[in-house]
């Protein structure tokens, strides 16, 4: 298979920052891997759909396997596959708390290690996390310690393997979404969701793509958690 087109592999890619991200890299002539449990096969020769449970170390095997085997190369990675269960501390079930972390750690650990081995090999790559901003500003009336518990855990994982992979060619990344326009937010709820943000309205899928798509041309940034979040992280 031919290997001048740069691949990506995109988790949670069926609909809102994931789909958003697959538009942007095909528009860069990237191939692309897209991977969810619903996503369905693509007309496009240049986009290799695997459904499947990322939060499964069996899922990411089979992800990382046929990426190789279709494209010949892994050049960048996005976990963006995550679930936002949203209630206040003693409310949480054991299974919102095994979902979530199945999805938000798992449905990165797994894959990331598949991914960098392949990237080692290449001598070069990058792997970016979808955060949230949620980890650096909590905010009074969204009880989301499960978002800060996992997504903080990838902001501090971010930097980890930056520094651990610095001298081997492979960069890594983070994006800190404020609150973005996608399938997970009903139209309802736009309105209050945009005040919770200094600029006064919710982001747009294409800030977050516009975000990763800068990050992966930019070769002398790692270990950098970029905020796209409309102010929240700097204050209120
Ligand atoms: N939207 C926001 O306001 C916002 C803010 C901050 C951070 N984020 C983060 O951005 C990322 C994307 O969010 P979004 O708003 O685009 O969410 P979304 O519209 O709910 O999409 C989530 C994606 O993840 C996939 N997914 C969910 N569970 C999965 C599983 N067990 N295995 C594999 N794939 C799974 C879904 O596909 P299937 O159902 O087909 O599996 C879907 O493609 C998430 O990590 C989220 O935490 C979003």
């Known amino acids: 298979m031919s290997s001048s087109k740069k691949v990506i592999v995109i988790t949670g890619a069926s609909q809102g920052l ?50 190789i085997e279709r494209f010949g190369r892994i050049d960048t990675l996005v976990n963006n596959a995550g679930i936002f269960v949203a209630k206040p501390f003693t409310a949480y079930t054991q299974e919102d708390y095994a979902a979530v972390l199945s999805v938000n ?3 990165f650990f797994y894959i990331t290690q598949l991914a ?42 971010t930097k980890s393997l930056a520094i651990e992979y610095a001298k081997r060619g492979i960069r890594v990344n983070a994006v800190s979404p404020g609150i973005i326009k996608t399938p997970m937010h009903g139209e309802e709820t736009h309105e209050a969701l945009g005040n919770l943000h200094p600029v006064g309205h919710m982001g747009e899928i294409s800030d977050i793509a516009q ?10 940034v790692t ?10 992280s700097a204050g209120h």
Not at 134 to 148: M, T
Not at 211 to 220: G, H, M, R, T
């Open 223 to 232: 270990g950098e958690i970029l905020h796209v979040d409309g102010g929240q």
């Open 211 to 220: 975000a990763v798509v800068y990050l992966d041309s930019a070769n002398f």
């Open 105 to 107: 750690l798992n449905g």
């Open 116 to 157: 960098i081995t392949e990237m080692e090999k290449q001598g070069s790559g990058h792997v970016v996390n979808i955060t949230t901003s949620l980890v650096d500003h909590a905010i009074d009336g969204v009880p989301s310690v499960l978002a800060s518990l996992t997504k903080g855990g990838l902001n501090a994982a």
């Open 18 to 67: 994931g789909a958003g991200m697959v538009k942007a890299f095909r528009d860069l002539d990237y191939k692309v891997v897209a991977t969810s449990r619903s996503i369905k096969p693509s007309t496009d020769a240049d986009i290799l759909t695997v459904a499947g449970d990322i939060g499964d170390p069996a899922v990411a095997q089979r992800v990382i396997r046929e990426a």
